[in-house]
C-alpha cells in the first residue's frame, strides 16, 4: 500500500469512528441522503430559479451546471471503477460499488460555486458537510472526495460565464 492509499485508509477509519456518535452518524446519513444524485442542489437551484425571478435563468444554468458535474462524476467513476471503502462498515447503503470520484461531492462543489456566484453563501458550508459526511458514513476515501470536490468546481467554473447569461465560446 503506497502512501497515498495508507493516509486514505486511516483517514476514513477515523472520520467513520466519528459516526459511532448517535447525533453524528444521523446528521451524516440525513446529508448523504439529500446529497444523492445532487437531489439537494438540483431542488436548491429550482426552489432559486422559482422565487428569484429575476435571475431565474441564473439559477437555471447554475442547476444544469450542478447536474452535469454529477453526470461526468458518474462517467469517470465507470471508467476507474475503484472498489468502496471496505475496512469499515457504511452507516448507508450506495446506489453503486464505485468509489472514486464522489459524485456527492462533485455536485455540491459545483452547487458551491455556481450558487456561491449568485450570492448564496450559504451554500459552501453545506456543501464542505455534505463532502465529510461520505466520509463519515465510510463509503468514499478522502481522495475520492477531493477528486470530486475537484470535478465539481472545475465544471461550474468553466461553465461560470454561461451561468451568468454570457456566452463562453
Avoid: N, Q
Avoid at 502512501?3 to 467513520?16: C, G, K, P
Avoid at 459524485?103 to 458551491?112: C, I, L, N, R
Amino acid at each position: 500500500m503506497d502512501d497515498l492509499d495508507d493516509m486514505d485508509h486511516r483517514i476514513v477509519t477515523a472520520l467513520r469512528a466519528c459516526g459511532t456518535d448517535p447525533r453524528v452518524a444521523g446528521a451524516a446519513r440525513a446529508l448523504s441522503w439529500a446529497g444523492e444524485h445532487g437531489a439537494l442542489w438540483l431542488a436548491a437551484g429550482l426552489a432559486g430559479a422559482t422565487v428569484d425571478g429575476a435571475r431565474r435563468g441564473a439559477w437555471l444554468r447554475g442547476t444544469a451546471l450542478t447536474a452535469g458535474a454529477h453526470l461526468v462524476s458518474m462517467g469517470v467513476k465507470r471508467v476507474v471503477r475503484r472498489p468502496r471503502p471496505a475496512h469499515v462498515v457504511p452507516l448507508v447503503r450506495t446506489a453503486g460499488r464505485h468509489s472514486f470520484p464522489s459524485s456527492h461531492a462533485a455536485s455540491a462543489a459545483a452547487a458551491a460555486v455556481a450558487f456561491g456566484a449568485l450570492g448564496i453563501g450559504a451554500v459552501r458550508p453545506v456543501a464542505a458537510a455534505v463532502c465529510v459526511s461520505r466520509l463519515v458514513v465510510g463509503v468514499h476515501y478522502p481522495s475520492d472526495v477531493a477528486a470530486g470536490a475537484a470535478l465539481g468546481a472545475l465544471t461550474a467554473r468553466l461553465g461560470a460565464d454561461w451561468m451568468r447569461g454570457g456566452t463562453r465560446d
